[in-house]
Each structure stands twice: as structure tokens, then as C-alpha cells.
């Protein structure tokens, strides 16, 4: 039996976000492959009864992904920056049309420090994504809380949330 257990990373709810039955917490086996960290818990709400769509996420990490982290957070539109540099080198003609204004700038809530990232489609006929980080440090080691979803604001009281009960 403890062989088994060993075989599977059970799933973990992420603290702060909900625990009703429109979030689905992921198992682990899938993501523990992450070069970046370890994951200890990953969240998602996708579906219809979703008030917006959602994913939460929680790393640790180390070493150099640690340091590469950090350095990040310290300044977010590294991250913006290097996102549209690729954005620009796309010589993908089925997305030359579409325009992604990305902004990015730091924010914290409890005490803990992080970024909001924005990618703002520019058009009709395209959407927009957002996305936070939270970090924590432990030691050696950096315990980060990343959120992705439809809204800024949404994006906001997620790692709000987070930082209350989870950090």
C-alpha cells in the first residue's frame, strides 16, 4: 500500500481560494515534472458556474529559479519586457493581426510583495488575460502563489485571499 501511495501526488486545495465543487484541485503527478519548483497545490475554476475562470497555483522554488524569481519581483517589467520582445518576434501570420498591450507593476497585500501582469488584447475580436504572483521567502527557498484569470480584479482578491490563509 505505502508503494502505491508513492505512485500519485494526491491533490491539495490551495487555503484562500473556495472549496465548493466549482474548483477543481489537480493532482500533483502531472506538474511535479515543473523544472521551475516543487508544486504543493494547484486550482482551477474553468467551468460555467465559475463567476470568472481561475487558475491558482503553489511553488517552491530554488537555487537558480529562485534567484530568477526574485528578481522578477523586484522588477515586473523585466517580465513585461520580455514578454512583448517575444510577442514582437512571433512570425506566427495566423496572430501577425493581433495586438497585446502588456503591462505589468508590483503589488502587495499582508505584508508580502509581487506583481500583477496584464495582456490586454486590442480589438474585438480579441480577449485578455491576467495574471499575479505572491512570494514568500523560507529560508533558502521562495514559496510563490501564482493566479491567472479573466479579470484584474479578479486576479487581485485571489492573492489577496491567498495571502491571508495561505501565506
Same mark, same amino acid.
Given at each position: 500500500m505505502a508503494a502505491l501511495a508513492g505512485c500519485i501526488a494526491v491533490p491539495r486545495s490551495v487555503e484562500g481560494v473556495p472549496s465548493d465543487a466549482e474548483w477543481? %484541485?489537480? *493532482?500533483? @503527478?502531472?506538474?511535479? +515534472?515543473?523544472?521551475?519548483?516543487? *508544486? $504543493?497545490? #494547484?486550482a482551477a475554476c474553468l467551468g460555467p458556474p465559475c463567476a470568472e475562470r481561475m487558475k491558482v497555483?503553489?511553488?517552491?522554488?530554488?537555487?537558480?529559479?529562485?534567484?530568477?524569481?526574485?528578481? #522578477?519581483?523586484?522588477? *515586473? !517589467?523585466?517580465?513585461?519586457?520580455?514578454?512583448?520582445?517575444? +510577442?514582437?518576434?512571433?512570425?506566427? *501570420?495566423? =496572430?501577425?493581426? %493581433?495586438? &497585446? @498591450?502588456? !503591462?505589468? $507593476? @508590483?503589488?502587495?497585500?499582508?505584508?508580502?510583495?509581487?506583481?500583477?501582469?496584464?495582456?490586454?488584447?486590442?480589438?474585438?475580436? &480579441? =480577449?485578455? +488575460?491576467?495574471?499575479?504572483?505572491l512570494a514568500r521567502e523560507e529560508g533558502a527557498d521562495l514559496r510563490v502563489a501564482f493566479v491567472v484569470g479573466d479579470s484584474r480584479e479578479g486576479v487581485e482578491g485571489a492573492l489577496r485571499q491567498i495571502a491571508a490563509r495561505a501565506f
Open positions: 477543481l %484541485v489537480l *493532482p500533483l @503527478r502531472s506538474w511535479a +515534472a515543473i523544472e521551475h519548483g516543487e *508544486p $504543493e497545490a #494547484v497555483s503553489i511553488l517552491r522554488l530554488r537555487g537558480d529559479q529562485a534567484r530568477d524569481a526574485r528578481a #522578477v519581483l523586484a522588477d *515586473p !517589467s523585466r517580465l513585461a519586457r520580455g514578454l512583448s520582445e517575444l +510577442a514582437r518576434a512571433d512570425d506566427n *501570420p495566423r =496572430r501577425a493581426d %493581433v495586438a &497585446t @498591450r502588456i !503591462s505589468a $507593476e @508590483r503589488f502587495s497585500a499582508d505584508g508580502l510583495s509581487g506583481f500583477v501582469i496584464a495582456l490586454e488584447g486590442e480589438g474585438a475580436r &480579441t =480577449r485578455s +488575460a491576467f495574471g499575479g504572483a
